[in-house]
């Protein structure tokens, strides 16, 4: 199967400052990556639709200016969460389609803001 | 969505039992659905699909049922071991296979 590759897989960093997820899809292509959230003990929520050369689509009550999505390339999707604050700290995944009928999901990465 | 503030439901179970997982969906348009797997720490693994002109489909030990009068879904799990234990989860496919909304989840506990 195809394999997607989140870094880092977790990171911790002060309230205030910003914090960079990178999502890669290592061996195919993705003009759509999908960007989740979860909180402890609770299901994945959708936050964005990360589109290459294009601007990322939001869902409903995400904040498009807290978490800044960039999909530079085929296979690099970026999430940023700016000015990090303690109720940010989440695991986020991202998952990727390699059009062949099935998403493929990172590792995850768990943030703590303190 | 609809799980949003709700903490999982457990399931345990002895190694060896069958174990029955249920999920509610709420888009009754939704035409192919996704059992995932997630480990503690770790994104959700595929398990087993199933599309709406279909009610039953059989995996290697794992079952998917759906029932699309009650908007239902359930994964049986047979002769479930200790590495079963994660949380599952179902999901409705949206415009693309990776664009997923997720159902409430169910902690399973495999006692050995």
């Known amino acids: 199967g195809a394999v997607v590759s989140q870094h880092p897989s977790w990171v911790i960093c002060k309230s205030g400052t910003s914090v960079k997820i990178e999502c890669r899809s290592l061996?195919?292509?993705?003009?759509?990556m999908f960007w989740y959230r979860q909180f402890p003990k609770q299901s994945l929520m959708l936050m964005a639709t990360?589109?290459?050369?294009?601007?990322?689509?939001?869902e409903q009550g995400v904040e498009k200016d807290k978490f800044l999505i960039n999909h530079a390339s085929l296979t690099l999707s970026t999430l940023t969460v700016t000015s990090a604050h303690p109720e940010d700290s989440s695991f986020y995944i991202c998952?990727?389609?390699?059009?062949?009928?099935?998403?493929?999901f990172g590792q995850g990465t768990r943030l703590t803001v303190v | 969505g609809e799980s949003v503030g709700l903490h999982l439901p457990t399931l345990s179970v002895q190694e060896g039992d069958n174990s029955i997982i249920n999920c509610a969906y709420s888009?009754?348009?939704?035409?192919?659905f996704i059992w995932y797997k997630q480990e503690s720490g770790k994104g959700p693994q595929f398990i087993i699909d199933?599309?709406?002109?279909?009610d039953k489909r059989q995996g290697q030990r794992v079952t998917v049922l759906l029932n699309k009068t009650v908007k239902h879904l359930s994964l049986q799990i047979a002769a479930t071991q200790p590495g079963d234990s994660a949380v599952y989860f179902c999901?409705?496919?949206?415009?693309?296979?990776?664009?997923?909304?997720f159902g409430q989840g169910t902690i399973l506990t495999v006692h050995p």
């Open positions: 888009n009754s348009a939704s035409d192919y």
């Open positions: 061996d195919f292509q993705a003009t759509t």
């Open positions: 999901a409705e496919v949206g415009t693309s296979y990776g664009k997923l909304t």
């Open positions: 990360s589109n290459e050369g294009s601007k990322a689509t939001y």
């Open positions: 998952s990727a389609d390699p059009d062949f009928g099935e998403a493929f």
């Open positions: 199933i599309r709406s002109n279909m």
